[in-house]
């Protein structure tokens, strides 16, 4: 989660949070292997990183059937969707997302003068393709999507999607977020990285902050055509942010399928957990294919949100189509029961 105003002075204002389900981390890791790399590597600490980023770079083009110069790494995606925000920002025209979506491009974009369109999903709370296909003309210098979005955890048609990523980016470049696309059924259908294998002008944003675990670690990657990486990179510090233990432990992580595996299938546990205790309270909530539950609350956001908190449990708020809802993110098990009794608690 980017950490906004809000966030940053939850965390540190409530240091007793007793579990932290504000942020969509993910408990379950590092990964034993990526802790192994992270320490082997520290006694190489003194030197620029170069030759670690290049295997990590390397290891992600041969996996995604690109060439390394589609890639462009940073210790997180925030920095990388930083990059896109200032690159397009300054251009005229404007940033199209869907609303409500991920925004941390979009206001980065906002504050240095750029104008921001802004879809409303449709009503099972997916991005509207049709509308953004309408909405993208000769002024939209940049189309953003977050598949699966954050926050409702909603995840587009792949085949709608491709068909949507080849003719709109004909108008417009397009940004497809994929931050939570581990925790999909089947992540390699899903991405559209291919898009980008095809040649269309589609940008892929991945991140190790979810079920890598690297969230407090720093590592995210980019993949676009080479000529789009470059004209990014003048934007960027190059992939310097990004340190040499966390490059080698990223790539560790990537290439531990087991533990992948292991943190979907212990995320799945938690979130089970919480339709079950959602269900049992009469409430709904929006199926998510992400580490994170949308569920519309019967009170206001702020009141829920400071009672939850009174009781140890972080989770964050929104407000749109004239309702309150909570987002929960996904915990270890005991979490998840401190959550439920809270709950329990604020609302009956
Ligand atoms: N994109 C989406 C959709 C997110 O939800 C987040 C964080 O929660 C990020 C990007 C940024 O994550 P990071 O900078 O940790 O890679």
């Not at 462009?72 to 920002?89: D, I, V």
């Not at 470049?173 to 980008?196: G, H, L």
Request: a neutral charge; hydrophobic letters at 40%; charged letters at 25%.
């Amino acid at each position: 989660e980017l950490p906004s105003q809000y966030l940053n002075r939850t965390l540190r204002e409530r240091p007793e949070l007793q579990a932290r389900l504000l942020a969509n981390e993910n408990p379950f890791g590092p990964a034993p292997s990526a802790k192994k790399a992270f320490a082997a590597a520290v006694d190489d600490g003194f030197k620029y990183a170069f030759a670690e980023k290049r295997q990590l770079q390397e290891a992600i083009a041969a996996k995604e059937g690109v060439t390394p110069d589609h890639i462009m790494l940073g210790a997180g995606s925030t920095e990388l969707l930083m990059a896109a925000a200032l690159y397009y920002g300054l251009k005229e025209g404007h940033i199209l997302s869907a609303d409500p979506s991920y925004t941390s491009l979009m206001r980065m974009a906002d504050r240095i003068g750029s104008e921001w369109v802004k879809v409303p999903l449709t009503s099972d709370y997916k991005h509207d393709l049709n509308a953004m296909d309408t909405r993208t003309v000769g002024a939209t210098k940049l189309v953003y999507i977050c598949n699966p979005n954050n926050p409702t955890g909603t995840t587009l048609d792949p085949a709608k999607l491709e068909d949507f990523c080849k003719s709109v980016s004909k108008k417009a470049p397009i940004f497809i977020d994929e931050a939570y696309i581990d925790y999909v059924a089947n992540p390699d259908v899903t991405s559209m990285i291919k898009c980008v294998r095809d040649g269309h002008n589609v940008m892929i944003a991945r991140t190790f902050s979810k079920v890598h675990a690297f969230a407090g670690l720093r590592a995210g990657y980019l993949i676009a055509q080479p000529e789009v990486i470059k004209e990014l990179d003048a934007f960027s510090t190059g992939g310097g942010t990004l340190s040499g233990p966390t490059a080698l432990a990223a790539l560790a992580s990537y290439q531990d399928a087991d533990f992948i595996k292991y943190s979907v299938k212990m995320n799945k546990e938690s979130k089970d957990f919480v339709y079950k205790t959602l269900k049992a309270m009469d409430y709904e909530y929006v199926p998510s294919d992400t580490n994170f539950v949308l569920f519309p609350l019967r009170m206001h956001g702020d009141q829920f949100r400071n009672a939850m908190m009174d009781k140890g449990v972080g989770i964050r708020t929104w407000e749109f189509n004239r309702q309150h809802w909570c987002r929960v993110s996904m915990g270890k098990m005991d979490d998840m029961k401190l959550f439920a009794q809270a709950f329990n608690q604020v609302v009956s």
